[in-house]
Every structure is written in C-alpha cells, then in structure tokens.
C-alpha cells in the first residue's frame, strides 16, 4: 500500500542506487504482496457521509463496519466526482469522469450509448475470467440498483446488447474470481425508515445525536437525523450477514471487500451538493488474507479511483481512458477530486468544484439558484428543510443555518476544511486567502476544460416537480401541515394519488370534448 508516496519514492531512488541484491529482496517483497485474482465484493451504501460510528458519529453502533475497518483499511478523504446517485455511479462504472462520458445530468442520456472509447469496468472484468453479480437475494430490494446515465441493461453480454454484470443474487465458490456489486439501499430515504426505526433493537436516542451547525436544534430534526442513524445501523446488520455469507462459502480469505457510499447523507448540504457532506463519503476495504496494507488511509481519492484500483487488482491493464487512478499503484500521485454538479429534475444546476488536502472551491455558475431551490422531489424528503423554512420566516434561524434559505448563492465558495470542518466560513473574499483562491479557481477551470464532454447530446428525464407537493396542498391539507411540521407523509403514496388523480382528469377532459 502507498499511503506515503513522496516517502516510497525517496525510497525507491536510494534503492535504485544501491545493489543487485536489494533489488532482488524488494521484488521478492513485492510478490508476497501481489494480489492473485482475488474476488471482489462491493457493497454501495445509498446516499451516506462519515455516518460510521468508526468515523466518529456519535449515537449510531456499526459494528460490523468498525470491524471491518479495524482488519482492513479505513480512508478518510474520499471524495465523488458528483453527488448525486445516477453521476457518480456512471463516473465509477467506466472509471472515467461522468462530465467528459456526457453522463453527467442526472437520469439523462438514458438511450444513448457510451461514448468509444469508454467501456463499463464490468466488461474489462470479464474479460480477466470474472464472473459479475448484481444484488443480493438477502439484502432490501435485493441490491440491484444500477442507475447509470448510458444505454445498459442489469444482466447481458456488453458487446452484443449492453448488458453489464452475469447474473443476480448470488456468488459462489464456483463463480470465482467473481465480483459482486451489492446496493444497500436502506440508507436512501424511503417510506422504510419508520418501521426500521420502529422494528430497530437499538433506535437511536434523538437526544445523544449531534446536529452540524448549519441545522436548527429542533425534535423533528433530531428525530429525523436519529431515524436515518437507524437506516445505517439497519446497513450494518445487512453486512453482517454477507460476511457470514462469505465465511461460510469457505471465500472470505480471498475476498477484498469494498464498501464505499454513492454519495453523501440525503440531508442539507449533503446529496446534491458539493460541500464536505455531500462529496465525501465513506471508503473502507477489507484486503485478502496476508495482503500488507494500512491501518488508515489520508490519501485523497475519487470515486473514479475505487474503479481503476478495482481493475488493478483483478490484474487488468488499465485503459488510457480512465480519469481514474489506481491507490493500490505505488504511482499514484493523486493531489485533489474534481467534482462537478449537473441537472437534477427540474434543477438546472451548474457547479465546479475542486478538493484538496486542506481548501475545497466551489464555483457556482448559477448563484441565481438558491440552496434551497424547492425541487419537487426534495420536499418529500427533507423535513429539516421544511421545519427550518418556518423558522427562517419566523427570524429564528442564526446566521450560519439561514445561509441555506438566501435567495441567491455566493459565486465562489472557498473552505479551510481541516480548519473548519463544517464550512461554515466562506473565504473566497477573504484576501488572506486571495492566492489560495486563484489557484484552486483556475485549477477549476483547467478541469472544466479537460473533462470538456465528448458528446453534446442532451436527453434529460421530464419529472413533475412540483406539481404533486401542490396536489396534496390542495386535498390533502391537514397532510401537507404534516409535511411543514417535519414528518415525511409518504412520496410514494402521495405521487400515486396523484398520478391517479390526472388521469381521471384526463378522461373528464376527454368526456367532455
Ligand atoms: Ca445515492
């Protein structure tokens, strides 16, 4: 492993002047160490930041992944190259920057196929003899999701009709070398996460949780950031079981294991934005039995990345195409992620963003767009948002948590994240920080123009937007007074009425004519 690369390359100069023989025990090292087509399970938590009680988060019990953690490698600072779920995960099924793929809007370009010469890395696996499983017979709605923005299919053979993994459900021993890509959902906010709280044997004290600064200290606030810890303890039990899955196949042993978020917490600042909570996310690998390797990790890594080392230790040769570098490579020489933030519904953002050791710069080339864009979708799914709104009208709020409800955003964003976890001190006018600023602000702007999309086509998915939130306004009154109180009524049941209700309209409309 290659937590220290600057060191690892003095040491590979000093060892390139010295002997015959030292060359000789250093490569004799290195095939101790050499990774023989392992199989690969990656378990994907939906919508997650630093939400393991191994990374700190106070209230929450993972025992599972501290365990997990504690035997193989725990990385601080990985980050996506979006933050929302269909960009990322595009970005990490070719390994190459979802922005420069044009799979870079969300849910869009559904019919198109990838670009030449971009491939998803399943094929690549293939190819090396690895058997590809999607989901998990045991896991919440079996693991499955894919959600990439290219034409795909869940199970095929990529050259003839763009199918990316084998088969469904289940690795075995006669699978192997297999890769195993497993979604657990729960995490995703759903209309589950009441009756996980309610059927949980630990839910978690809404008392002991501790709200980031830019939330108001509200019940229905720390009873919705418990009912989510409840969702990842819920995560934590679900690996638990493959574990013992793995362990009873007798393919532990050679198994690594990566577990990784597809972006951050679905709350303020987090899914959909480029701030800390939405781009950082978790990333802890279990390695094969006997394989050297690290405690912790402070190497900066991108989700492109996970795929290129993936790749590297199934023993493929990586393509040039990959935006996307292998952490296992003694090479890599990773120095920031460039994220970027595209469509999502009906919200036509646009935001650059570059994360470094210390500083993370946002751009942002709509500040017309407020944080707050009241997107459809999100208020089903944001009670904090909903409870603060009142409290900003009522003049309630304190300088940091009503940032989130200004009409505009700043253009530029300029954090000292190690200085000032939470971002809650925008530096981009500070002029202290002034040739911090333009170095991070061309770097940007270097990267815009590298990961320049191949193609110009543009397919975006129509949404409803708000239209459904107003439906239930209007008949369902007392429900929406619920929803503005801080509870979640149910997307699910509420978008089905509607949608119930205009086609009755419709068929009015109709009789009429
Ligand atoms: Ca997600």
């Known amino acids: 492993m290659t937590n220290n690369t600057s060191g690892m390359r003095i040491l590979q100069t000093v060892i390139l002047g010295l002997s015959l023989l030292c060359i000789t025990s250093c490569s004799h ?23 393991f009680e191994c990374y700190g988060m106070p209230a929450v019990k993972t025992p599972t992944f501290n365990a997990l953690a504690e035997e193989g490698t725990l990385y601080y600072n990985c980050y996506g190259t979006a933050s929302i779920c269909s960009t990322n995960r595009s970005a990490m099924m070719v390994g190459a920057h979802q922005r420069l793929t044009n799979t870079h809007h969300h849910r869009s370009n559904r019919e198109e196929p990838l670009a030449s010469p971009f491939q998803p890395f399943t094929y690549l696996l293939k190819q090396q003899g690895y058997t590809n499983v999607l989901g998990h017979k045991n896991v919440m709605k079996k693991g499955r999701k894919i959600d990439v923005n290219f034409k795909h299919k869940p199970i095929g053979k ?49 008392a002991e949780v501790q709200l980031p600064p830019e939330y108001a200290d509200h019940p229905a606030i720390r009873l919705d950031w418990a009912k989510y810890l409840d969702q990842v303890e819920y995560a934590d039990n679900e690996m638990k079981m493959l574990i013992e899955e793995l362990k009873a196949k007798g393919v532990y042993d050679n198994t690594v294991i990566i577990v990784i978020g597809d972006n951050g917490r679905c709350n303020i600042k987090g899914k959909g934005y480029l701030h800390d909570p939405g781009s950082r996310i978790p990333l802890i690998i279990k390695w094969p039995e006997g394989y050297e390797h690290d405690k912790e990790s402070q190497q900066i890594i991108a989700s492109t990345d996970i795929t ?52 993370r710069y946002i751009r942002n080339d709509k500040p017309e767009i407020p944080y707050d864009a009241h997107q459809g979708y999100l208020e089903w799914y944001r009670p904090a948002v909903h409870v603060m709104r009142s409290l900003s009208e009522e003049g309630k709020l304190n300088e940091i948590q009503q940032r989130w409800f200004e009409p ?76 503005l109180d801080g509870e979640e009524i149910g997307y699910k049941k509420y978008s089905k009425l509607y949608k119930k209700h205009l086609a009755k309209e419709k068929s009015k409309s109709v009789q009429s004519k």
């Open 158 to 206: 990529w050259e003839e009709d763009y199918g990316l993994f084998d088969k469904f459900d289940e690795f075995t021993a006669e699978d192997q070398p297999f890769f195993a890509q497993i979604q657990l959902a729960v995490t995703h906010r759903g209309d589950w996460w009441t009756e996980v709280r309610e059927q949980s044997e630990h839910p978690v004290n809404p």
């Open 308 to 359: 290129a080392t993936i790749l590297d230790i199934a023993g493929v040769e990586l393509p040039d195409y990959l935006t996307g570098q292998s952490f296992i490579d003694e090479n890599f020489d990773r120095k920031n992620v460039y994220s970027y933030r595209g469509l999502w519904d009906e919200i036509p953002e646009q935001v650059s963003s570059i994360t470094g050791e210390r500083f």
């Open 408 to 483: 505009t955003k700043p253009q530029e964003e300029l954090y000292d994240f190690i200085n000032d976890p939470f971002e809650t001190h925008n530096l981009a006018n500070n002029p202290e920080y002034k040739d911090v600023l333009k170095q991070m602000r061309q770097e940007t702007l270097e990267m815009d123009q590298q990961m320049s999309p191949v193609s110009k086509v543009y397919d975006p998915k129509i949404v409803p937007g708000l239209a459904p939130v107003n439906f239930v306004k209007e008949h369902y009154p007392k429900e929406y007074q619920r929803m």
């Open 29 to 51: 090292k290195e095939k101790e160490n050499k990774l023989e087509k392992p199989n690969i399970v990656w378990v994907m938590l939906e919508d997650i930041s630093h939400d």
